[in-house]
């Protein structure tokens, strides 16, 4: 049976001009015109049997058209009748009956009503039924809940989790919008997956209040973890520098404004393959010996590289009476300081951590199978990775979240095609690492990396999740195969205009919502849901700490104060002192 049966006298009113996608409704009862609202759905009879059209009001208008010319000017106003008019943007199609199914609704159309079609409001019972049929978009475990909608309360909003990952997605909102609490709903969906697999790129620390055995809270190695030793076990990260590519290497070590720079990379290049073909001879990996590159994440002794730059660096040769300057002689000298000046910047310790602690074989695997290893996995770790970047350095930190999508991207490449198992990135903050204009080498290497996550991922199960409140500010091709929007309140002109082309030709006018959504209220269009809508987001269980300081009341309170000892103290030694 139908949950869309109506009487030709519901009707609003009847379908006076079609287009392609949008229709033309004439109302005729002018009560019937004030009910209706801007974005509201509406159901249209349809040329085939057991079909309903399926639209959303864009623009309603009221106006008065001249029929005849009236000669008396005092009965013109009784010669003006009112013609009220309703712009529909057609989404979809329900069908009575498909095959055993009943009441599908299908985001296409295969027909467009006739003139003169009947045209009814969706509203009350029938509403609430109809967003039950969209909430049953899917079945088990690819439901995803987000909230209720905002048409109807009474009606739980679900997306398709597989759709939602596979084809990427984009979460924007201005500050204050509820973007991380969006986002700390989805991950703990996630983490109640008896195998789930995320690694959240954790920019300010926001998500470290996540709780549950779904959670494993890492963070890059700051100077107090390094001057304690910590490690992995103490869910302390370091990533050193042999994981960089080549590139990357490049983009940190050399500066590129300089004349010999191209003479720089090609000899650190060749002292870092001499480098790592000593450490692989010295432990007997042939295999790995006979088929190795530059860019192969093998560790390799920085000693080593600088051992042989110095060499080059002040190299003697013989000449014609006596001994000259090498070709390289006093060339290499900035180059080498740079190397240095990295390797004793205590911010930078993660990257060049002591001996034992990062420098072996099998320390990559052990790495790997923390950020990779699903919550069923045998090393019983959390599915969801938090990791915090907090105390990564802004200007090399396009570089190292780079690295990290990098391993996990070539991890996900290099495995055997039935033994993916897929994982989800969320890109926190993604502006600050995948911006639209790279200003270094460092942000060119980041937006490469992700440009092909986004462009290849989904072929080898790495599915990304962009987050931002300047989507302004991303790279436009990231954002560009990112096939789900969730949209939250958007106050500039620029983020509303990187939207509105996400958005179908047929739904333009949804981007006037973007700076009138309320706090926690979205917009979500995309593969993952079957109707673009408004949606209202539930409250995660564990609230990311985001939350908006409260200037007038902290200044009213007698007793607030700042610790600004601790703040001070903090920055000398570049950890935070709680």
Not at 176 to 190: F, Y
Not at 310 to 331: I, S, W, Y
Not at 345 to 352: A, K
Not at 520 to 526: I, K, P, S
Request: hydrophobic residues 45%; contains cysteine; glycine residues 8%.
């Amino acid at each position: 049976m139908s949950i869309l049966d109506f009487a030709d006298q519901e009707a609003l009113g009847r379908v006076q001009s079609v287009d392609t996608a949008t229709v033309i409704v004439r109302v005729d009862d002018i009560d019937s015109l004030r009910a209706l609202q801007v974005n509201r759905l509406v159901a249209l009879q349809s040329s085939l049997a057991g079909h309903k059209l399926i639209g959303v009001i864009h623009k309603i208008t009221r106006t008065a058209l001249e029929q005849a010319k009236v000669a008396d000017l005092e009965r013109a106003e009784e010669a003006l009748p009112e013609v009220n008019l309703v712009r529909i943007a057609l989404i979809g199609t329900l069908i009575d009956r498909d095959g055993l199914h009943s009441n599908v609704f299908r985001r296409t159309l295969e027909t467009v009503p006739e003139i003169d079609a009947c045209c009814f409001a969706l509203e009350g019972e029938r509403l609430t039924r109809f967003m039950g049929v969209i909430s049953e978009v899917t079945a088990g475990s690819q439901r995803l809940s987000l909230g209720c909608y905002t048409l109807d309360p009474n009606a739980e909003a679900y997306v398709n989790g597989n759709r939602l990952f596979q084809r990427h997605a984009l979460v924007v909102g201005s500050t204050g919008s509820g973007k991380s609490w969006t986002t700390a709903r989805l991950l703990e969906q996630v983490a109640e997956l008896t195998s789930a697999n995320a690694i959240v790129f954790d920019m300010h620390g926001e998500y470290r209040s996540m709780a549950g055995n779904g959670f494993v809270h890492l963070r890059v190695a700051g100077p107090a973890d390094i001057e304690a030793g910590k490690g992995l076990s103490d869910g302390v990260l370091h990533l050193p520098y042999w994981l960089m590519s080549y590139e990357a290497l490049i983009s940190m070590f050399v500066d590129r404004t300089d004349v010999t720079a191209p003479n720089q990379a090609m000899l650190m290049s060749r002292a870092i393959v001499d480098a790592k073909t000593a450490f692989l001879t010295a432990g007997g990996h042939k295999d790995v010996l006979a088929n190795f590159t530059i860019d192969s994440p093998v560790p390799f002794a920085l000693d080593h590289v600088l051992a042989e730059l110095n060499r080059l660096n002040t190299e003697m040769v013989p000449g014609a009476r006596t001994e000259k300057q090498g070709d390289f002689h006093g060339k290499l000298s900035r180059l080498i300081q740079r190397f240095e000046g990295k390797r004793t910047d205590r911010r930078l310790g993660f990257l060049f951590p002591s001996a034992g602690v990062a420098d072996s074989y099998g320390w990559l695997e052990e790495v790997v199978t923390l950020l990779l290893g699903s919550s069923a996995a045998k090393d019983g770790h959390g599915g969801v990775k938090v990791v915090d970047f907090s105390e990564v350095p802004s200007d090399i930190l396009p570089l190292i979240v780079g690295m990290v999508g990098r391993m996990v991207f070539h991890v996900q490449q290099w495995s055997a095609q039935g033994a993916r198992h897929p994982v989800a990135l969320f890109c926190d903050e993604a502006h600050l690492y995948i911006p639209q204009d790279a200003s270094s080498g460092a942000a060119e290497n980041a937006i490469a990396i992700f440009e092909r996550i986004a462009k290849e991922g989904r072929k080898y199960g790495v599915g990304l999740v962009v987050i931002s409140q300047r989507p302004a500010e991303v790279n436009r091709t990231v954002v560009s195969q990112c096939n789900n929007l969730i949209a939250m309140r958007l106050t500039n002109g620029d983020d509303q205009t990187v939207v509105r082309r996400l958005l179908p030709d047929s739904l333009g006018g949804f981007g006037d919502l973007l700076p009138v959504l309320d706090t926690g209220e979205a917009l979500v269009v995309g593969d993952a849901i079957l109707l673009p809508t408004r949606i209202r987001i539930a409250k995660p269980r564990n609230e990311p700490l985001s939350g908006t300081i409260e200037f007038w009341d902290r200044w009213a309170d007698a007793k607030a104060a700042a610790a600004l000892d601790k703040a001070v103290e903090s920055w000398r030694r570049q950890t935070l002192m709680t």
